[in-house]
C-alpha cells in the first residue's frame, strides 16, 4: 500500500535525519511507553487527515523505538476500529506501507498477537470487535502483511475459550471462502466501493489528465478514494494507457514522476505498478509491438529524472 497524502518520498525510504535519530535511539528522552503511545496517537490523528505514510513512517524512526512498535501495530488497529471505513482501509494500507521495512516481521506478527489477546476487554467498547478484527487480520494476510501461518501459530498463546481464539477461527473460515482475498481487499473501499469501481475511478482520472493535464486533479481522486495499497492499480493503467496511445505517453510518465515527486504515490507501489507491467510484457506485446521498447524508454527516463523505484533498477 502507499502514501495518498504529501511529503516526499516513501515509507521505505524516511528522511536521513529521521533514519539518524533512529540509529541514535533517541526521540523520546527514556520517558518510555507512555511517551511513545501518546506521540504516534497525534501522528495519527494527523494521518487519518492527511493520509501521510511517510510523516508517520519518519516519525517512528524519530523515536528510535522499535521495540514498541507491536504497540503501535495494536494501536493503529485499535484507533481505525472505533472510526469509519475510510480510516479502516488507511489503517490496512498504512501497516501494509510500512511493512517490512519500518515494521518488521516479527514486530507485525507480535502487534497483531496483541491486539487477540486484549479482543476481551476490546468488545466492552467496541461491540462489533469481533467482527472487525476479523476483517483487520483477513487483510493483513491478504496483503501480506502476515504469513498465513499467523492463524495457526498465534492459538497457542491465546487463552482457551478467549474472543481472540473467536477472531482467528473466523478469519480463517473467511480466508477459505471463493473469492476471498478479493472481498477483503476491498472490505473497508470507500465504505464499499468495490475493486472495480476503484479501478474505474482509476481509469476515469487518467483520461481526464490526458485533456486537462492536472496532476492535482489525480492526486485528489486518490486520496479521496483512500486505497494507498492499490496505487499500484493507477500505475499500471497509466503505463498501458501509454502503450495504447504513444502519442500520450510522455504525458503520463510526467504524471507518474509528479505522484512520485509529491509522494502521493510511494516507491513501493511505484515498484510493484512497474513489475506487473514487466511481468506481463507478453500478454502487451500482443495488443501493441512497440510496448518493450516504451516500456524501457520509460524505466530510463524515469532512471534518469530520479523516481525509478531501486527495485527497478537492479
Not at 461491540?127 to 487483510?139: I, T, Y
Request: hydrophobic share 45%; aromatic share 4%; proline share 5%.
Amino acid at each position: 500500500a502507499a502514501n495518498a497524502g504529501g511529503g516526499g518520498g516513501s515509507a521505505a525510504s524516511p528522511s536521513g535525519a529521521a533514519a539518524a535519530a533512529a540509529a541514535n535511539g533517541g526521540g523520546l528522552g527514556g520517558a518510555g511507553v507512555p511517551a511513545f503511545k501518546a506521540a504516534m496517537a497525534a501522528a495519527l490523528k494527523e494521518f487519518f487527515n492527511s493520509a501521510d505514510v511517510q510523516e508517520v513512517a519518519a516519525r517512528l524512526l524519530e523515536l528510535g523505538q522499535p521495540g514498541l512498535h507491536p504497540l503501535f501495530v495494536k494501536q493503529v488497529v485499535t484507533l481505525a476500529m472505533d472510526r469509519r471505513d475510510r480510516e479502516r482501509e488507511m489503517a490496512s494500507g498504512l501497516l501494509s506501507e510500512l511493512h517490512p521495512r519500518v515494521i518488521s516481521d516479527d514486530q507485525m506478527v507480535s502487534g497483531f498477537t496483541r491486539l487477540l489477546s486484549a479482543a476481551d476487554d476490546l468488545v466492552l467498547d467496541i461491540p462489533d470487535a469481533v467482527h472487525l478484527l476479523s476483517l483487520f487480520l483477513g487483510r493483513a494476510v491478504v496483503d501480506e502483511v502476515l504469513p498465513p501461518s499467523f492463524l495457526a501459530s498465534c492459538l497457542p498463546s491465546l487463552p482457551d475459550g478467549s474472543l481472540g481464539i473467536t477472531v482467528v477461527q473466523a478469519t480463517g473460515a473467511m480466508l477459505s471462502q471463493r473469492h476471498a482475498a478479493e472481498r477483503l481487499q476491498t472490505c473497508w473501499h470507500g465504505g464499499g466501493l468495490s475493486l472495480e469501481d476503484v479501478r474505474r475511478q482509476m481509469r476515469d482520472a487518467l483520461d481526464e489528465f490526458t485533456v486537462a493535464g492536472s496532476s492535482s486533479e489525480v492526486a485528489a481522486v486518490l486520496q479521496d478514494l483512500s486505497v494507498p495499497h492499490f496505487h499500484h492499480e493507477l500505475v499500471k493503467a497509466a503505463v498501458e494507457q501509454g502503450f495504447e496511445y504513444p502519442d500520450k505517453a510522455a504525458q503520463l510518465a510526467g504524471l507518474l514522476r509528479q505522484l512520485s515527486e509529491r509522494g502521493v504515490v510511494s516507491s513501493t507501489q511505484m515498484a510493484q505498478g512497474l513489475q506487473r507491467i514487466k511481468d506481463s510484457m507478453a500478454d502487451k506485446t500482443l495488443d501493441a509491438p512497440g510496448a518493450p521498447a516504451a516500456f524501457d524508454k520509460l524505466l530510463a527516463q524515469a532512471a534518469a529524472e530520479g523516481w525509478l523505484p531501486a527495485e527497478m533498477a537492479a
